[in-house]
């Protein structure tokens, strides 16, 4: 077997398969790279309904959206290798510990779909005992949805998360007691229909403004204490309270896992940059997915692959290579990011964004030196949802900013 | 029936554990949790100290000058990782820098000498330029506290000692010079002497052997863990205050950062970190240091200091015939944990010749199988090497203790469940069973709908 592809793929989550598919079906020969033993990555384990429906125009569960893929997947013959941890990328060169031997590959252009990691109590520095029950939402999903285990019977979620709000209702329907969402933010960060299917219908607590202070329980947890936050996000300890309970879910963020670009380019920021083809600072080198900032449905996370894996394919066979000057996009205060940061804009693109805060009935416009380019009115902007604009080709003379109105 | 049976698995009983199965003896170890390295010998700096910091003549000051001359050799036997990369304590003070470099010297330390700005700045780039001297101490290093632990029980049990894990002593009977120890699940263990090395448990198995208790007392130091990276490359102290050695920022034996610990005086044992020592931390590690990466941040933890009076205590029981006591040991334990197990078998007249040992293997294997903790490159044959060696350990964390499964930034989220259904199917339990640390701490609960 050659190991010289035009695209190789890193993860075979819904990013990475339609990276793979359009880039097959731009003419490239594709492989995947899957540390799994099977695609479908994260999706795997979401078995409630909600996907799809951008995609696929129908309501799906996240398996029945990774099957959807892995069927054009397999009728495209586009090959892929299990049990294969890349662990470097190197110019063209990417090397993998397959079922934990070391094996190298080689390819024109790269895609990297490694999806994202949840962030840990460490990272966010809870205080008290560490004895079993406390676990990040996905891990107590993984538990229920593919071993049928309990994370706990009594539950207490920190942070709301869309992942902390599907486990809230799945906990409830798995039987075990969801005493409450606790939420140190003013607000949710999780999709408006979430808190509605998932927290409201259920009469869970949700509590916002507030946090654990403490976890008791040196072999399993007891109870958590907590309290309300102040302005500032400290916790009034005049407010401290406790709650019995034997388990406590983190969903307190999603960090995009993308130490291998990390690692070939050291001075990359919070966020990596990347052009409308979601191309990095490194020319061969794509990335899309959760790899590269964080999506609420898997259905963006798939759209976004189409186009870092048409790109790479194109990158592949020299077709991409003159794109002429590339803009900057800045944007308003009211705005937390953009992707892409940078445009050459040969063809029409979009932008997604993320606001700060929630807005009602306003306008998203985008300027280019002064003159508006693109606009779009909206009802309710939430700072839970990403929102994103279409910007046609040709519009793109200079540097770009983006503002809600 | 055991010529001598030690009780509690940390460093300094696994030490003693080992050095009297090298001198030939018939030994149990007995542990009342389910695996060594469970207590304060999991949760400190892990320094092996150069030894100007003791009060000349005090058995702290000798054990651990000798405990750091014995680490080289015996990390090589037991195939574990030692780095003598050396401490520093900076102050602008350099009277009290001085004063510790005479102590040192004093206490037989070699390799110390005061260094000034640049070769100090070097030496640590991100210290502030506001401190510019610093007391050097060359033979200072690192060593993973439970891996040693660890590896020196293995060794044991390997050449013949026997440990046993989960023993809860209930009752223990004396009788025509023997010991005759029952634990709640109705095991007995027969021995001539015994060694009591609990740590913070001192009392419980002191007041069962009708011996002296003593008063204890408790100081929690609490930690930040960061992922690997070089923010500082060798041990940094401020000058000791009355509390400690301060709180420091160190690599440790595998490449992460430990900044801490706090210095808390506690009534109980107790190992919960708090909202307050972490805050402690971060404003005395921004004191000393620029560029402090705190976003690398993936872990807290907190460990107790036991002590009991100033010095360490290891002396023969003055109330029951046949028990050493060992109590007080805080730091420098570990550093002095060799030298504890040499001076005790002296005691005891076990001398002579170490015999031929069979080395301990590790978890290294050929192949590694599939990654199963990404963070750390961990694949499913180590885990099984681990799970399968020889001190049989059957919980979450004494996997990720050996192999570091789940010790990487996203801290278990990936391999949790995949050690756990390892742990279970090579110990044909239910994957419910399967405990994080502690009897009682199962990782899940069955009781799923659809299990
Ligand atoms: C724990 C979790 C739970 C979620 N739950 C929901 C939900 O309930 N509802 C919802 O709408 N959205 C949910 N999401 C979000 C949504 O599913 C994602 O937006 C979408 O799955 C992202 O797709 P992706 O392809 O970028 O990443 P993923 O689906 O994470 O796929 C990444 C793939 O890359 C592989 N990989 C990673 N590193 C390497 C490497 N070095 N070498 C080889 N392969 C590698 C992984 O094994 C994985 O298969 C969840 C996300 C997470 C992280
Ligand atoms: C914050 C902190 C930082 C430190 N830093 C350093 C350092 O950098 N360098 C250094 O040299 N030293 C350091 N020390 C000191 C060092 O960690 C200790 O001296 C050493 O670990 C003590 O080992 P031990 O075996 O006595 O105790 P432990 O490790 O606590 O072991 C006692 C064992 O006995 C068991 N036990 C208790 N009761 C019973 C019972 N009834 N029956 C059976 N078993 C029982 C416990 O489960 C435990 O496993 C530090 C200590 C702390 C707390």
Sequence with gaps: MSSFYDVIVIGGGPSGMQAAIEAKKEGAKVLILECNDSLGGILNQCIHNGFGLRQFKEELTGPEFAY????EVKKLKI???????????????????????????????????????????????????????????????????????????????????????????????????????LEIMPSSSGLRRNIRQCVEDFEIPLEFSHTVTRVVGRERVKGVYYAEVDENLKPKLETEKFLECDCLLLSVGLIPENTLLSEVEKNIKKQIIVNEFRQTSIKNLFISGNSLHI????????????????????????????????????????????????????????????AKQNFLRKKIVVRCEGEEIASKFCVGITSGEMQEIEVESGKVKGPLTVSIE | MYDYVIFGGGVVG????????????????????LDVATGASKANSGLVHAGFDAETGTLKAKLNVRGNELFEKLCQELGIKFKRTGALVVGNDEEKLKELLARGKKNGVKGLSIIREEKLWKLVPNLRHEYKSALYAKTAGLVS???????????????????????????????????????????????????????????????????????????????YVLDKCDFVNLTVFPLPTKLGKGILATPTASGNILLG??????????????????????????????????????????????????????????????????????????????AIAEMVAEMVGLRGQEKKMIRRKGYAVKVKGEIVCRCEKVGKNEILSAINSPLKPCTVDGIKRRVRAGMGKCQGGYCLIDVCRLIARERGIKLEEVNKEHEGGAVMLSGGKYE
């Design chain 2, 145 to 223: 506290p439970y891996m040693l632990t660890i590896a020196l029980a293995e060794e044991a049990v390997i050449n013949g000692g026997q440990a046993l894990f989960g023993f809860t002593t209930k009752k223990i009977e004396k009788a025509k010079g023997c010991f005759k120890i029952y634990s709640s699940d109705k095991r007995v263990v027969e021995g001539k002497v015994v060694i009591n090395a609990t740590g913070a448990g001192y009392n419980d198995i002191a007041r069962l052997l009708k011996a002296e208790e003593r008063e204890i007392r408790f100081r929690r130091g609490e930690y």
């Design chain 1, 68 to 71: 959807k893929q892995y069927s």
């Design chain 2, 14 to 33: 696994a030490a003693i554990f080992n050095k009297f199965v090298r001198l030939g003896a018939k030994v149990a170890l007995l542990e009342k949790e």
């Design chain 1, 79 to 181: 090959p892929s290798v299990f049990g294969a941890y890349v662990t470097k990328i190197e110019g063209e060169k990417i090397t993998a510990l397959v079922r934990g031997k070391e094996k190298e590959y080689f390819s024109k252009a790269i895609v990297l779909a490694t999806g994202a990691r949840e962030r840990t109590a460490g990272e966010i520095k809870l205080a008290g005992d560490r004895g079993a029950g406390i676990y990040t939402a996905g891990t107590a999903q993984k538990m229920i949805n593919y071993y049928g285990k309990l994370s706990g019977k009594r539950v207490v979620i920190l942070g709301s998360g869309d992942i902390g709000l599907i486990m809230a209702r799945r906990m409830t329907l798995e039987g075990a007691k969801v005493l409450k969402i």
């Design chain 1, 295 to 354: 999506h609420d449905l898997a259905d963006n996370a798939s759209e976004e692959g189409a186009i870092a894996g048409r790109s790479a394919a194109l990158f592949a066979r020299g077709a991409l290579e003159e794109l002429g000057e590339e803009y900057e996009i800045s944007f308003s205060s009211a705005i937390s990011y953009t992707v892409p940061q940078r445009v050459s804009g040969c063809g029409s693109f979009k932008i997604f964004f993320r």
């Design chain 2, 261 to 338: 610990p706090t210095a808390e005086d506690i009534l109980e044992f107790d190992t919960a970190t708090t909202m307050g020592g972490l805050e402690n931390i971060s404003g005395s590690i921004t004191a000393m240091f620029d560029n402090v990466p705190f976003d690398k941040i993936i872990r807290e933890y907190s460990g107790v200091r036991v002590s009991c009076g100033d010095d360490f205590v290891i002396e023969w029981d003055k109330k029951a015939e046949r028990v050493v006591d060992i109590c007080g040991i805080n730091s420098p334990g570990l550093t002095s944990a060799p």
